[in-house]
């Protein structure tokens, strides 16, 4: 079994067993209840993502867009 590589070349999308088993683990070894879990946190997270944009200013991201030369 390969091992799992060192913390520094892991992406933050890899997940591993013990992560996956920990996920399940947390809603009692239910599969349903922890995609449910993982679907509203994912929503949650975008939900807030599109909260932050709305809350940034037009001016800020007219300069944010400007300085990394798209406009």
Not at 27 to 36: H, K, V, Y
Not at 41 to 57: C, D, K, N, T
């Amino acid at each position: 079994m390969p091992s799992e590589p060192a913390p520094a070349e892991r992406s933050p999308f890899d997940v591993s067993e013990a992560e996956i088993d920990e996920a399940l683990a947390t809603c009692d070894g239910d599969a349903r209840a922890t995609i449910r879990a993982l679907l509203i946190g994912q929503a949650y997270l975008e939900h807030e993502m599109s909260r932050l944009q709305s809350a940034a200013s037009a001016g800020f991201r007219r300069r944010r867009r400007s300085a990394a030369g798209e406009g």
